[in-house]
């Protein structure tokens, strides 16, 4: 398996261990400033990302744009672990070459633009959008005061740790 799909599966993999640890009322809980978004929705929109791009249109083509954004993801664990499981049993079973030309259609904020990716480079844009996604729900978890024991989440492996002096 190539590093790269191993990479997401080993990010994606902290998403049912935070699912295991919530109640379906902590996975919708939007009270958290200055966004109000909640865990749910950060999981859903990174599962949404994966979704999209096993979705490759007969022109080779892979839209970012078009999500599924399934709500009932976003409030109820069970659900929201069902996804998880089939994002990472198809993650599992990429046979694509990394190297592949894709062409990935998404919105930057000017309108849908087509753009020319490999295949790995929109698996690692993907990782590096789930860790992104994964530091916000960290700051929801603290707002929440839901202990999440993963010195590692929300952190991009090239990210400097803070270190405490004694």
């Known amino acids: 398996m190539n590093i790269i799909i191993q990479s997401a599966l080993k990010t994606l993999e902290k998403s049912e261990y935070l699912l295991n640890s919530l109640s379906n009322n902590q996975l919708c809980n939007a009270s958290i400033p ?9 999981i859903r929109h990174i599962l949404d990302f994966y979704d999209c791009i096993y979705n490759v249109s007969t022109e080779n083509k892979i839209d970012l744009t078009a999500r599924s954004r399934n709500k009932t993801v976003e409030s109820n664990c069970d659900c929201a672990k069902d996804y998880l499981e089939k994002i990472l049993n198809t993650l599992k079973s990429v046979e694509r070459d990394v190297n592949q030309k894709v062409i990935v259609i998404d919105d930057l904020g000017l309108g849908k633009i087509e753009m020319l990716y490999t295949f790995g480079a929109l698996l690692a844009q993907a990782n590096s959008h789930t860790i992104h996604h994964y530091a916000i729900i960290s700051y929801i978890l603290e707002g929440l005061k839901i202990n999440f024991n993963d010195s590692d989440f929300g952190y991009n492996p090239t990210t400097p740790k803070a270190t405490l002096e004694n």
């Open 34 to 42: 200055p966004y109000y978004s909640s865990i749910g929705t950060h």
